[in-house]
C-alpha cells in the first residue's frame, strides 16, 4: 500500500491523543468484531471500482444524476446483499448496522431506494396480514419489485385524517376503488416514487357500506412489470429540484376511479371482509406504526450525519491556520481559538449523545413492538411520544451543528467539494419528514399534558414521564452531571405546570379547548423540548456509564468530558430556565462557565483522535477538507480542476457575448 503523506499539524495532533482511538472506534461499533466486521463490508463496497463517479455529481444534470443514482443503487444493492448473514434477524440487521455509512460514499444525496429499504418494506412487515407478508415481502426482499411509502398530498402532509385520496369498496366486484378528487388529493413526496418504483403502500381514507372508515394502507401496483409504463388510471411524476435529496426521485402520484383487489389492503390491523363489513384493528394509530419506526431510525441517521460533518470540520480546523493569537507567533491553526472549540465539540459530544440515544430507543422500540405483537398496547403512547421527541431534537440539533461545523470552514465550507453543504441538505429535511417538527412536539405535549393529569389522579406514569411526580424542590444547586439532569427535569416539569396552568387559564376565561390549546401551544412546545432535554442528558450519562465501564481509563475520562461539556452546554444555552426553575445562582452560572471552558481545554488535545474515533473512511467523508491525511489545499485545487469549465482555457460565450458586449458590438 502507498505511504500517505499527512500533513504535519494533523500528525501532531493524532500524536498528542491521550486515549487510543481504536479503542473508541470499537467503543462506538460496540465491540471489535463489529468493527472487523464493518471494515470488511467498507472494504468490499469500495474495492467496487463502478460505484464510483468519475465525474463529480455536481456537475451532472438531474436527469443525469438520477440515471447514475439508479445505476449505482442496482450495483451496490447486489454487493451488500453478497454481504448478507442471512442467519440474523431483522432486528439484529439493523442494530448492527447502525454505525454503517457506507450509503454516503455512494450516494452524496441519498439513493432512490432508500424508501423501499426504510417504508416499504416495513410497512409489509407491520400493517401486512401474515398472508400478504409471506407473498409481498419475498418479492420486496428479492427487489422483484421496487416500493415506496405515499402518504403525503399536495394540499395534506401533517394531518392524516384530512387525506383526499379514497378507497372505496366495492362489493360487487371485491374491488378498491382508488381516487384523487382533486389536485390537492395527489400523492406529493413519496421517494422513488416517479420513476423508480412499480409499487406503493398507499395510505387512503377507506369507504365501505358509505361509511369513512379512516386511514388505511393498500399495496398498489402503479408501473407494469415489464414496460415499466404507468398503469392505467395512474398519474405520475417527478416532484423536480429540491435542497437536497436529488438524488431520491421524490414523486407525485393521481388515481383516476383506479382499481385493485381487495386483498391489496394490508390487513394486519384492520379488515374488509367479503361484503365490505369492516373490523377496525385494535388501536387505529396502529396505522401509523411504520412512521414511528422511520422516527426511531432518524435519531441515529442524524448521529451518523453530524459525526461526518464535525469530523470535516476539526481536521480542517487543525490543518487551517488563521491570524494571530499573539504577535509574535505564527499563524496558529484555527482550532486553537476558544471560539472554535466551542462551536465545533459539542458536535462531537451531540453525536455520541444521540448514537448512544438511538440504541437505547430502537431496544426499546424493539421491546415494545414484540409487546404490541402479543396484543399489548400498553407502552404504544409512551414509545409514540419518545419517537417524536427524540426525532424531532436530533433532527434540530443536527441541523444546527452541521451548519456550525459548516460555517466554521470559513469560506471553504461553502464548497460543495467540502461536502458540508450536502450534508446539510441531507438533515435539514429530516425536521420536516416523518412528521413536521412542531408538530411532533405538539403530539409530545399532548402525551405530558395527560402524563400531568394521571399525576394529579395518583396514577403511575411511564418510565420517561416518571420524574413529573417528583414533587421535592432542588434546595440548593448541584453542578455535577447528574445534578443538571435533575435540574433539567425541574425545568420540564415546570415549564409543563406552567403550560398547563395556561391552557386550563385560557379554558376558563371562556376559549374552547382547541382554542385554548392554540393559544398555550408555544409553552407547551417549549416544555415538550424540555422533557426531551432532560431525557437526552439522561439517557447519554446512564448509557455511557453502563457501556463504557469496562474501558481503559484514559478513554473513560475522554467520554466522561464529552458528556459533561454536553450536559454544560445546554446547561449554558437554557440559563433562563434553570434560573427560574432551580436555585440557580449567578455564582454558579460564573462557576458553570469556567469548568466548561476549563472541558474546551482538556478536550482540545484530543479533538483529533476523538474525531478519528468515528472512523468515518475518506470515501464516505467525500471531502476536500475533512480527508484523513489533511492535503487540504491539494485536494481544493485538484477538485477545482474537475469543474467542466477549466476543461478549455476560452469558454464559448467570450467570443459569442462578452467580446462583442465589451466591444460595443452587442
Ligand atoms: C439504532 C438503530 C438504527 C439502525 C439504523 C440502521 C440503518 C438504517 C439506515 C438508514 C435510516 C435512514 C433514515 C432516514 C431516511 C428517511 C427517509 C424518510 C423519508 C420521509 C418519509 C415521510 O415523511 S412519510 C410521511 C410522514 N408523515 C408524517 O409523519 C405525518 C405526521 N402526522 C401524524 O403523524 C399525525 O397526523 C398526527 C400525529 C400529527 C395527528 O394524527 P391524528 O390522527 O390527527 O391524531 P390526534 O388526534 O392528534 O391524536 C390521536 C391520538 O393518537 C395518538 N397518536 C398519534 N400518532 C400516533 C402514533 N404514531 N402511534 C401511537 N399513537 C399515536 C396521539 O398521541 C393521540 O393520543 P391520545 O392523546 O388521544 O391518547
Ligand atoms: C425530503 C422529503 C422527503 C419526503 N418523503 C416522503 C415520503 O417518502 N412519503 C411521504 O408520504 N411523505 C414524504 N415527505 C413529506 C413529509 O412527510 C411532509 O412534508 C411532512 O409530514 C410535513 O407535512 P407538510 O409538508 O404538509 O407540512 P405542513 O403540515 O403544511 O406544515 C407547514 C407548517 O404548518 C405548521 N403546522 C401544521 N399543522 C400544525 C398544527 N396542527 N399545529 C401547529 N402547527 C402546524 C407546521 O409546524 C409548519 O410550520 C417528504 C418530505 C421531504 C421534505
Known amino acids: 500500500m502507498a505511504k500517505i503523506t499527512v500533513n504535519k499539524d494533523l500528525a501532531s495532533e493524532r500524536a498528542k491523543c491521550e486515549f487510543n482511538v481504536e479503542e473508541l472506534t470499537n467503543y462506538l461499533d460496540g465491540g471489535r468484531e463489529n468493527t472487523a466486521r464493518r471494515r470488511r463490508m467498507e472494504d468490499k463496497v469500495l474495492s467496487v471500482k463502478e460505484l464510483r463517479d468519475e465525474i463529480p455529481e455536481e456537475y451532472l444534470s438531474h436527469k ?311 396484543g399489548k398496547l400498553d407502552n404504544l403512547p409512551e414509545l409514540h411520544s419518545l419517537a417524536c421527541c427524540l426525532k424531532v431534537l436530533s433532527s434540530v440539533d443536527a441541523a444546527v451543528f452541521v451548519e456550525r461545523s459548516r460555517l466554521a470552514c470559513g469560506g471553504h465550507g461553502y464548497m460543495l467539494s467540502s461536502n458540508l453543504p450536502q450534508t446539510y441538505g441531507l438533515v435539514t429535511p429530516a425536521s420536516t419528514f416523518e412528521g413536521e417538527n412542531t408538530v411532533l412536539l405538539l403530539q409530545v405535549a399532548r402525551s405530558l399534558v395527560k402524563a400531568w393529569q394521571q399525576m394529579l389522579n395518583g396514577r403511575q406514569l411511564a418510565p420517561s414521564m416518571a420524574y413529573l411526580a417528583d414533587q421535592k424542590q432542588l434546595d440548593r444547586w448541584d453542578g455535577s452531571v447528574n445534578g443538571i439532569i435533575r435540574a433539567f427535569q425541574k425545568v420540564a416539569r415546570g415549564k409543563l405546570a406552567f403550560s398547563v396552568a395556561n391552557f386550563e387559564k385560557y379554558q376558563k376565561m371562556g376559549l374552547s379547548r382547541e382554542d385554548a390549546w392554540n393559544k398555550a401551544s408555544v409553552q407547551l412546545t417549549a416544555a415538550a423540548e424540555s422533557h426531551g432535554r432532560a431525557i437526552v442528558v439522561q439517557v447519554f450519562k446512564t448509557e455511557t456509564d453502563r457501556i463504557a465501564s469496562s474501558l481503559s481509563p484514559p478513554l473513560r475520562k475522554a467520554l466522561d468530558q464529552l458528556v459533561e461539556l454536553f450536559t454544560l452546554y445546554w446547561a449554558l444555552e437554557r440559563l433562563g430556565d434553570l434560573l427560574l426553575y432551580s436555585p440557580l445562582s449567578e455564582v454558579d452560572v460564573r462557576d458553570m462557565q469556567a469548568r466548561y471552558e476549563e472541558l474546551l481545554e482538556k478536550i482540545r488535545p484530543n479533538a483529533v483522535g476523538l474525531v478519528d474515533g468515528f472512523d468515518i473512511r475518506d470515501e464516505i467523508l467525500n471531502s476536500a477538507l475533512g480527508a484523513y491525511d489533511g492535503r487540504v489545499y491539494e485536494r481544493l485545487m485538484e477538485e477545482a480542476l474537475k469543474s467542466p469549465l477549466n476543461a478549455e482555457p476560452v469558454n464559448s460565450s467570450f467570443h459569442k457575448y462578452l467580446k462583442p458586449f465589451m466591444q460595443g458590438k452587442l
Open 64 to 374: 443525469e444524476k438520477y440515471e447514475n443514482a439508479i445505476r449505482k443503487a442496482v450495483l451496490f444493492y447486489k454487493v451488500q446483499k453478497s454481504l448478507d448473514d442471512p442467519n440474523q434477524s431483522d432486528h439484529e440487521r439493523i442494530r448492527n448496522s447502525y454505525r454503517s455509512t457506507i450509503t454516503s460514499a455512494i450516494f452524496k444525496d441519498n439513493s432512490p431506494l432508500t424508501l423501499h429499504i426504510v417504508m416499504f418494506i416495513p410497512a409489509i412487515i407491520g400493517q401486512g396480514n401474515d398472508e400478504q407478508r409471506e407473498y409481498w415481502l419475498k418479492r420486496a426482499k428479492n427487489m422483484e419489485i421496487i416500493g415506496t411509502y405515499a402518504q403525503t398530498e399536495l394540499g395534506h402532509g401533517t394531518f392524516l385524517r384530512g387525506l383526499e385520496t379514497t378507497a372505496t369498496y366495492d362489493p360487487a366486484t371485491e374491488e378498491f376503488v382508488l381516487h384523487s378528487p382533486t389536485l390537492t388529493a395527489y400523492k406529493w413526496w413519496p421517494g422513488g416514487l416517479a420513476h423508480t418504483a412499480n409499487y406503493c403502500v398507499v395510505m387512503a381514507i377507506l369507504y365501505t357500506k358509505s361509511k369513512n372508515c379512516g386511514i388505511q394502507p393498500f399495496i398498489v401496483q402503479i408501473r407494469d412489470e415489464e414496460t415499466h409504463m404507468p398503469l392505467p388510471g395512474i398519474k405520475l411524476g417527478e416532484i423536480g429540484a429540491k435542497l437536497g435529496y436529488n438524488t431520491v426521485n421524490n414523486g407525485f402520484l393521481g388515481f383516476d376511479n383506479h382499481r385493485i383487489p381487495r386483498d391489496r389492503m394490508l390487513m394486519r390491523n384492520a379488515q374488509v371482509s367479503k361484503d365490505g363489513t369492516f373490523t377496525a384493528g385494535a388501536n387505529s394509530k396502529l396505522t401509523y406504526g411504520t412512521m414511528v419506526y422511520v422516527r426511531v431510525l432518524i435519531v441515529n441517521n442524524m448521529a451518523n450525519l453530524l459525526a461526518k460533518a464535525v469530523t470535516i470540520a476539526i481536521r480542517y480546523s487543525a490543518v487551517r491556520r488563521q491570524s494571530k493569537l499573539k504577535p509574535e507567533d505564527p499563524e496558529p491553526q484555527i482550532l486553537d481559538y476558544v471560539t472554535q472549540q466551542h462551536k465545533l465539540f459539542i458536535g462531537i459530544a451531540t453525536s455520541h449523545a444521540y448514537s448512544r440515544t438511538a440504541l437505547w430507543l430502537w431496544d426499546h422500540y424493539a421491546k415494545v413492538t414484540s409487546e404490541l405483537n402479543a
